[in-house]
């Protein structure tokens, strides 16, 4: 299992935006690559993913205002974040996984997202 390390969250206000990193070794591009989210007392949900062919599908409520993106030269992955609303505020994730099967990676310790109202 590999740890993937994430970065970039803070504190900011609604309608605000952030990115969000997501160091990930070369040879897991061949992996879909997607960002998660957790509150506190609630299950952690899949937010965006990208697969290794580059097609990305999003949660509902982050469609046209979330963007995940890859940089191969730089071994990350992104997760643009645009017009965030109270209710986006979680720990944030990444992890890889095999097409439409469960995260192989270790849970890492996240990125904390806060938008104040």
């Known amino acids: 299992q590999v740890q993937l390390v994430e970065s970039g969250g803070g504190l900011v206000q609604a309608g605000g935006s952030l990115r969000l990193s997501c160091a990930v070794p070369l040879y897991l591009f061949r992996y879909s690559v997607g960002w998660y989210r957790q509150v506190s007392g609630k299950q952690r949900e899949l937010v965006a993913e990208i697969g290794a062919d580059g097609s990305t599908n999003y949660l509902d409520s982050v469609k046209d205002r979330f963007t995940i993106s890859r940089d191969s030269a730089r071994n990350t992955v992104y997760l643009q974040m645009n017009e965030l609303k109270p209710e986006d505020t979680a720990v944030y994730y990444c992890?890889?996984?095999?097409?439409?099967?469960?995260?192989?990676?270790?849970w890492g310790q996240g990125t904390q997202v806060t938008v104040s109202s």
């Open positions: 992890n890889y996984r095999l097409k439409s099967l469960r995260p192989l990676g270790s």
